[in-house]
């Protein structure tokens, strides 16, 4: 794969998503804010290369050359040069479109953006850009280094000469595509998020403890992780974000967040990035 990647943002999806291309040929530039940043993601990246080659599922050489085709930089025109963008920044509206108002105005003309939003509308990204037809949604799952989905996006003026292309480029990254109609929460979310806000309820109002809630999904849907679990997980502010997301843009009852899990998020339980959330980890 000799195309050339951007990838703003250098979380933990953003870096994931930035390896997967690194490790099929691809010359990739991660983008962030600071130096602060790209110092603790070089790390990161390291840290979790090596753990990989300790494990056996990666070798010395595929984690040199997994490094050697990556770059860092603070400098959105850095990116100029990109055949692919791929937005990976925090999950908010205006932040995104802030992004790619800046994007469409720095990159080539025939350069696809794509943004890896979970649940924002690819449509009203696009609307600050000249030319929205290039903007599509490429939605990788957590660690994009291992699953293999990638729901794909069209809003409304996505063409299907991008279409075809961010494809093609999934495609050569090693992860399988859905194609989605752009909708609140795409596919995966639209049927997980509300799953989890009813486990949260169950678990609320006493039905069951919340390790057998976890164990019933487990056993009974042989779902690898239980709901609970996999909300601290994703972290339980992007449930809740999700949840407010289904609701204000569907005005649909059944999508309205449980206020336990609003309760949770006001407290700052979060789940495993804060050390608590429905479960406990600093023990």
């Given at each position: ?8 943002g ?29 110092s603790k ?11 990989r ?44 479109k802030?992004i ?29 850009t ?6 599509v ?14 729901e794909?996006?069209r ?21 399988t ?37 976890d ?20 972290g ?29 998020v ?18």
């Amino acid at each position: 794969m000799n195309e050339r990647i951007a990838v703003i943002g250098a979380g933990t999806m953003g870096l994931d998503i930035a390896t997967a291309f690194a490790g099929v040929g691809a010359s990739v530039i991660v983008r962030d804010i600071s130096e602060e940043i790209i110092s603790k993601a070089r790390v990161r990246l390291e840290a979790g290369l090596d753990r990989r080659v300790a494990k056996g599922k990666l070798s010395g050489e595929e984690r040199n050359a997994i490094l050697s085709n990556m770059s860092f930089t603070t400098e959105l025109g850095d990116c100029k040069d990109a055949d692919l963008v791929i937005e990976a920044a925090v999950e908010r509206a205006d932040i995104k479109k802030h992004i790619f108002l800046q994007l469409d105005s720095v990159c080539r003309e025939d350069a696809i953006l794509a943004s890896n939003t979970s649940s924002i509308s690819i449509t009203d990204i696009a609307s600050v850009t000249k030319h929205p037809e290039r903007v599509v949604g490429m939605h990788f799952f957590n660690p994009a280094t291992v699953m293999k989905l990638t729901e794909l996006i069209r809003g409304v003026f996505t063409s299907d000469e991008v279409y075809a292309k961010a494809r093609a480029f999934a495609e050569a990254a090693g992860k399988t595509p859905v194609e989605v109609n752009e909708c609140p929460g795409f596919v995966v979310n639209r049927l997980l998020i509300p799953m989890i806000n009813e486990a949260v309820g169950l678990w609320a109002e006493g039905i069951a403890s919340k390790e057998d809630i976890d164990t019933a999904m487990k056993l009974g849907c042989n779902h690898p992780m239980g709901p609970l679990a996999l909300a601290d997980m994703i972290g339980l502010d992007v449930c809740l974000f999700i949840m407010d997301t289904l609701y204000t843009e569907t005005c649909d009852s059944k999508y309205r967040a449980h206020t336990k899990l609003r309760q949770l998020v006001r407290a700052g339980l979060m789940g495993r990035k804060t050390g608590r959330g429905i479960y406990d980890y600093t023990k």
